[in-house]
């Protein structure tokens, strides 16, 4: 049981939240769906939580590498999204565990920031740094459930900022270190994330609607993703690496965020139904990488010999 739970690696957390956002872009299709969502990202948090008793010592080393810690905000990150499911089952507890998950991830931008911001190396800047310090966004996307806009009005703003200061700096890292170590290479995709995520923050949250701001966001959201897009054809046919996790989320999170603009551009009295077609097509390629992204996981953790 052990060696097994000893493979389980930290980004599979963020496979853990590609699955939950995946229920929640397929809601509105089906709630069944969403459910079996639902119940799979709970299998991976069960994994999560075994490594963390079982191997304790493994998750405390691999978080001194700047590349695990950060990609370790989306345990939180999916945290928050699962703990909207349980509402209806657990009731009150449901939002504890979600403050829980937003102090949590917190926690992880103060030790972020001590151990590899504070004496930055540039050549260890990742796109997985946007996941520490814009992933708090996510708690502006499951605020309503709570009826805590105002948290969810501050995590935006904050996410916000970090990510215009985080889009020089990654960028400027990308451009003028392009050595990266093959099994670092998915982590561009993440790219296609941080703007997307602020889209569905900032509609769920964040009150009155700008038009103007939300259109420029999803013009800058959709360069990100075509870039994403572009980067994923690339680096699909690498062996797996726990970095395929970097293939789920990103394209999840911008089908949403396109899917919510729509309805909010038509509440706005500047109706777009031309978008649909889109949040169809963006749809349907999110759910085929969770699949295959979920699969590689399962083989990788369950039925190949070497870790």
């Known amino acids: 049981m052990k060696d097994v739970i000893k493979k389980v690696p930290i980004p599979i957390c963020g496979l853990m939240l590609g699955v939950s956002a995946l229920g929640n872009l397929l809601q ?28 304790f010592e493994d998750v405390k080393k691999d978080m001194e ?15 928050m999204l699962l703990t909207v499911y349980a509402k209806p ?3 009150q507890v449901a ?14 931008i103060i030790y972020f920031t001590i151990k590899f911001i504070a004496k930055l190396d540039i050549k260890k800047v990742f796109a997985s740094y946007y996941i520490v310090y814009v992933g708090i966004v996510a708690a502006s996307v499951t605020a309503p459930a709570y009826n805590q806009l105002k948290i969810g009005t501050a995590c ?29 290479k998915p982590l561009i995709c993440i790219y296609g994330a941080p703007m997307s995520l602020c889209i569905a923050g900032y509609i769920q949250s964040v009150n009155p609607k700008a038009f103007i701001f939300l259109v420029v966001m999803l013009i800058v959201s959709t360069i990100l993703y075509i870039f994403a897009l572009a980067q994923l054809i690339k680096y699909i046919k690498l ?18 965020a396109l899917k919510q603009s729509m ?25 085929i990488l969770v699949i295959f992204v979920y699969a590689s996981f399962m083989k990788f953790i369950f039925v190949n010999k070497k870790s």
């Open 28 to 55: 509105s299709y089906s709630e069944n769906v969403r459910y079996i969502c639902g119940v799979l990202a709970v299998f991976l948090l069960i994994l999560v939580i075994l490594k963390l008793i079982l191997c």
């Open 65 to 79: 590498n700047p590349i695990m810690a950060s990609v370790s905000g989306t345990f939180p990150m999916a945290l």
């Open 89 to 91: 089952f657990i009731g």
């Open 95 to 108: 939002f504890y565990i979600w403050i829980f998950a937003i102090v949590l991830h917190i926690a992880l």
């Open 156 to 184: 935006f703003w904050f996410g916000f900022v970090a990510l215009i200061l985080l889009l020089i700096l990654v960028s400027i890292r990308y451009i003028k270190y392009k050595e990266i170590p093959e099994p670092a």
């Open 239 to 256: 062996q797996f690496y726990p970095s395929f996790a970097s293939f789920t989320f990103p394209f999840v999170i911008t089908a949403i």
């Open 263 to 287: 309805v909010c551009f038509n509440n706005l009295g500047h109706p777009m139904p031309f978008l649909q077609t889109f949040v169809l097509i963006e749809s349907f390629i999110a759910i």
